[in-house]
C-alpha cells in the first residue's frame, strides 16, 4: 500500500512539474522567468517564500526552511542552507521561508520529478 501511495504522489509531482515557473537569471545578472521543463544543468535560479523548487539542485546562497513531504514523506520542514551537507534541493518541494539562489544539477529526464 505505501508504495502504492509513493507512486502516485510521484506521479502527482511530474504532473506539476510541466506547471512550474522558474525565476532564471540571465547573463547579465536579471531574472527571466521561465517554463521548470527549459532549465538545464547549471542554471541558476531564485526561488522564494511560497514557491515550488523546479529542480534537483544545491543552494548557492542563502537559507531556508523547507517542505520536503512531498518526496521523503516526514512532516517536519528542513533547513537548507549553501555550503556543507544541507545544500542539496530536490525538484517538487516547497520553500517556506526566506529565498535561496539554485544552482541546477539535473537536466530534464534526470530529475526527481522526472525520473
Known amino acids: 500500500m505505501a508504495e502504492g501511495r509513493g507512486k502516485a504522489q510521484a506521479d502527482e509531482l511530474r504532473k506539476s512539474r510541466t506547471q512550474l515557473l522558474a525565476n532564471r537569471y540571465k547573463a547579465d545578472g ?52 549553501a555550503g556543507g551537507d544541507r545544500s542539496g534541493v530536490t525538484g517538487g518541494t516547497k520553500v517556506l521561508s526566506d529565498q535561496i539562489k539554485i544552482k541546477i544539477t539535473a537536466n530534464p529526464g534526470e530529475s526527481s520529478l522526472t525520473a
Open 30 to 81: 536579471l531574472l527571466e522567468q521561465v517554463a521548470a521543463e527549459q532549465l538545464r544543468k547549471n542554471d541558476v535560479i531564485l526561488v522564494i517564500a511560497n514557491e515550488v523548487i523546479p529542480g534537483d539542485g544545491e543552494i548557492i546562497e542563502g537559507a531556508a526552511t523547507v517542505d520536503e513531504s512531498a518526496i521523503t514523506g516526514e512532516s517536519a520542514p528542513v533547513i537548507r542552507e
